[in-house]
């Protein structure tokens, strides 16, 4: 019992070192966190982009941009894939929303770019299934071409709202009453007829990036990062009307540099991630009076461009997006591409099936494909492969050697009573060759004769012609006399 006891305690001193605990309700003091260790490693990759977080905090539905467009359902526990959602028309999803109701918005984009049309998928949060027989489409009036972008959805009153940002062809927030989760339609109690122009409501300076994440406040008013100078990403924080129509107050701080979406922390302060590669990072600013009270928060050792924060339940969350990172308050879940080798390599030992006459050389090439994979496995990788799998492919090996050996030997063993018959043909054929020899040397005389005729022949047919054209020379002397 004692030796159980302090294998427990050591077990607990070593998560605590792995896992270091901030408090993260304890906003005050969030100056005080920087770097975060890995806790789990995600099995998925690519862009990490749009995000959400289930109103318990016990997963996220995270939004690839890349060209597959994959949504996965993450448990914060554990970094499992629960289910992965793609949308038949190989759009991205740019907006990823979860309510408390057990639905998850999606608002897809083309990934070659914006379009008059884009695309909802409203999902089942438990299994990841489309709620409607098809995707719904959504166009942007005055034949805009747009892209849905970073948003929420919020209960206000006794209505559900989803917002979100569009950028490029516009610069727009769009407000959604998804009260019945299956019919979103434009809400007409938000800017005109459910969209608010950010160029005109808050006087921003370009209508392509003018506007990137948004959030919901409980009152139903919408923070938004967005570009006051038209230069580069976001550049600044707006807080917007609950009915859309007007800027209540805006910071314009350089800490809010590269500016890309933001959410509300509580009755006190608004959190705004920045897209700016290895200096993102989180900044807080206060409500009361729109001054920033601190920069340079939850940074990560390998940040690369921080597109989504949120905090729920006293938790932040970062969408990291380049290395496909989730970071939350105390812990780190991102794609470890040692873990994408192990698998590689795993797939092709399963791939192997035991070696018979009939699948001998598929089996070769399928033990050879993976022996070259091994070569490839990182030390990290190595260490997540399961010792039976390279006993297999040892084991595999063997019998493939073994049976080619025995192979071998049997067609040794067969080689000189194959060969004997040829050597008694090429017996025959050497007194076959005899008899050839022997009908030459009987011929031999004849061939003479026929020489000597032949020559004689010869000489005859020149004499002749010699005579003709001796006659000629002279016939013609004479005609010239």
């Known amino acids: 019992m004692k030796k159980i006891a302090l294998i427990l305690a050591v077990l607990t001193m070593l998560a605590a070192f792995a896992l270091p605990s901030f408090a993260a309700a304890d906003v005050e003091n969030l100056a005080d966190a920087q770097v975060y260790e890995v806790a789990h490693f995600l099995d998925v990759y690519g862009s990490l982009r749009a995000m959400a977080i289930d109103p318990d905090g016990e997963f996220a539905y995270c939004g690839q941009i890349n060209a597959s467009g994959i949504v996965h359902k993450v448990d914060l ?76 959805v919020a209960k206000v009153g006794d209505k559900y709202l989803l917002f979100s940002s569009a950028n490029y062809g516009a610069a727009l927030i769009l407000c959604f009453d998804v009260t019945e989760p299956t019919e979103p339609v434009l809400y007409e109690g938000f800017g005109e007829n459910g969209i608010a122009d950010v160029v005109k409501v808050c006087g921003v300076k370009t209508g392509s990036y003018g506007v990137e994440g948004v959030s919901v406040d409980t009152d139903g008013s ?10 580069g990403k976001g550049d600044g924080l707006a807080h917007i009307s609950a009915d859309g129509k007007k800027m209540l107050a805006s910071c314009k701080d350089p800490a809010l540099r590269a500016a890309f979406n933001c959410c509300v922390v509580g009755d006190k302060y608004v959190a705004v991630c920045s897209y ?111 010792a039976s799998v390279f006993d297999k492919l040892t084991a595999a090996r063997k019998a493939y050697d073994e049976m080619a050996a025995a192979a071998a030997e049997t067609q040794a063993e ?37 020489k000597s005729n032949n020559a004689g022949l010869v000489i005859g047919i020149i004499a002749a012609v010699a005579l003709i054209a001796a006659l000629a020379t002279i016939i013609v002397a004479k005609k010239k006399k």
């Not at 999606?106 to 909802?120: E, H, K, R, S």
């Not at 919408?222 to 230069?231: E, H, I, P, Q």
């Open 77 to 152: 526990k554990t970094g499992e894939t629960l289910w992965t959602f793609e949308a038949d028309n190989g759009w991205c999803p740019k907006l990823v929303a979860a309510d408390d109701r057990g639905n998850v918005f999606l608002g897809l984009t083309n990934p070659d770019g914006a379009q008059n049309v884009n695309y909802f998928a409203i999902l089942n949060a438990e299994t990841g299934e489309m709620q409607t027989p098809e995707l719904l489409t959504f166009t942007f009036p005055n034949g805009l071409a747009c892209s849905f972008n970073g948003g929420a």
């Open 414 to 450: 067969t080689k000189p009573a194959e060969t004997e018959p040829a050597a008694t043909e090429a017996t025959g054929t050497e007194a076959a060759g005899t008899e050839a020899s022997g009908d030459k040397e009987t011929d031999a005389p004849k061939n003479e004769d026929e």
């Open 276 to 386: 700016d590669a290895g200096a993102s990072c989180v900044t807080l600013v206060n409500k009361a009076d729109m001054t920033v009270k601190a920069t340079g928060l939850l940074k990560y050792e390998n940040a690369d461009n921080y597109c989504s924060v949120l905090y729920v339940n006293g938790e932040f969350y970062i969408a990291n997006q380049s290395n496909w990172t989730l970071i939350t308050t105390d812990k780190a879940f991102f794609h470890d591409p040692n873990v994408e080798l192990a698998e590689a390599f795993k797939a092709k030992v399963e791939a192997i099936e035991e070696i018979t006459a009939d699948n001998f050389k598929k089996m070769k090439t399928r033990i050879v494909s993976a022996e070259s994979a091994m070569k490839d496995l990182t030390d990290e990788a190595k260490a997540l492969i399961d």
């Open 222 to 231: 919408v923070w938004a990062a967005v570009n006051f100078s038209g230069s």
